[in-house]
């Protein structure tokens, strides 16, 4: 197929442009760089730098050619120091490419969400779990971009694909905990701080295996809306974390906690997605969330 990234110089999405072409794909990507590097985008495939909340670079990228997009990127800090312009971002994009790709008669949009459109829900967290009650501008407005393409599947020839990720870990990860802990233990590797009590639980899942179960849902899936929690059955904790970390490079340190049960405003203290309606389709994955963690450190202390 030929397929179109956003977000194709991120963390998931340069990685899922590397798959992509591996299966012998024609993969164009497209990204700001504000969270991305050009230089993970492999050399085979085409790359558009461009931001697509600007309706002329939706215009430029999107056309009749692609089979799918893939719609990655996105405003992903949950504590987004501007909510409002965050929400507004997320959705208008999502909405100028929908928008785009219906025009083109593209077939296909998979769209990745995520866990923070449940808010704070039981655990395991089935996918038709209501009342959905995100408690951050960003776990809205996934939820809000959901509903756009909801509308747009049930109103048009689109398929959607939503992926619902729990955490997801593995190289170029920047901006979340394990490399957190890794710069701070390399700077000084007698003192930890750590956001919160440390006993914040959630599920953790290697890159790998996302990219594993984002391609059988794709193979495997029917629409209009077909909608996937990928995740663990497992949950690791934030301090089990910083014991892996410290164990990875060879510290002893001394944990300092903030206090609280969330490591910031928005933040899902617990986090257990079900995994039921995947393992219906064939696929589960092979690591649990602390080998998952555990691999990602090793990956990522060679790394940074």
């Known amino acids: 197929m030929k397929a179109l990234v956003t977000g194709g110089a991120g963390f998931i999405g340069s990685h899922l442009v590397e798959r992509l072409t591996r299966m012998g794909h024609d993969v164009t990507a497209v990204d700001d760089l504000s969270n991305g590097r050009a230089e993970w985008v492999p050399d085979d495939c085409a790359f ?41 971002e997320n959705t208008a994009m999502t909405g100028a490419l929908v928008d785009a790709a219906v025009e083109a008669g593209i077939p296909e949009f998979l769209f990745t969400s995520t866990s923070t459109v449940y808010g704070e829900a039981p ?3 089935p996918e038709d779990y209501a009342p959905l ?25 689109l398929t959607v694909y939503n992926y619902r990720f729990a955490n997801i870990v593995g190289p170029r990860l920047r901006g979340a905990v394990i490399p957190d802990f890794i710069e701070k233990l390399r700077a000084d590797p007698s003192e930890l701080t750590i956001l919160g009590d440390g006993r914040q639980e959630k599920s953790y899942m290697h890159l790998q295996e996302c990219l594993d179960a984002m391609v059988h849902v794709h193979a495997n899936a029917s629409g209009p809306v077909a909608t996937y929690n990928l995740g663990t059955r497992t949950t690791t904790s934030v301090t089990r974390i910083a014991e892996l970390v410290s164990e990875e490079l060879g510290v002893t340190p001394t944990y300092r906690y903030t206090g609280g049960e969330r490591g910031w ?12 309606k995947l393992a219906g389709l064939g696929w589960t994955p092979e690591l649990s969330s602390e080998d998952a963690v555990r691999r990602a450190t090793a990956e990522l202390a060679r790394e940074i």
Do not use: N, W
Not at 74 to 88: E, L, T
Not at 137 to 147: I, N, P, T, V, W
């Open 48 to 88: 558009v730098e461009g931001d697509l909340t600007d309706s002329a670079t939706v215009d430029s990228v999107v056309d009749g050619s692609y089979d799918s997009v893939f719609h990655l990127a996105s405003r992903k800090a949950v504590d987004d120091d501007d909510p409002r312009g965050q929400f507004r």
């Open 123 to 125: 655990r395991p967290t």
């Open 133 to 157: 009650e995100p408690i951050s501008a960003y776990g809205a407005s996934k939820l809000a971009c959901e509903g756009i393409l909801s509308a747009a599947a049930h109103t048009s020839d």
């Open 265 to 276: 405003t928005g933040d899902v203290p617990r986090m257990r997605l079900s995994i039921e």
